[in-house]
């Protein structure tokens, strides 16, 4: 098995965990089958968690409403 076999191992591990995190944000999960997009398929998978509004964090309003 060579390197493409690791890879395509690793990356159907992954799939699901990613599956099941674009599911409970709100994402279309099949975002995370960008895994499979050589060289930079992570990077664009994590991109659009890195910069979405999580559903558990308050926005910015809420939170200096909170604070005074």
């Known amino acids: 098995m060579g390197m493409f076999g690791w890879n395509i191992i690793f990356a159907l591990l992954v799939i699901f965990p ?3 995190i674009y ?3 709100g994402l279309n999960p099949l975002f995370a089958l960008l895994v499979f997009v050589p ?4 990077l664009l998978a ?3 968690l890195a910069f ?3 559903p558990n964090k308050p926005r ?4 200096r409403a909170r604070d005074q």
Request: hydrophobic content about 45%; overall charge negative.
């Open 18 to 20: 990613m599956w099941r």
């Open 23 to 25: 599911e409970r944000t």
């Open 39 to 42: 060289g930079i398929g992570w």
């Open 46 to 48: 994590l991109l659009p």
């Open 52 to 54: 979405m509004d999580w």
């Open 60 to 63: 910015a309003s809420e939170s």
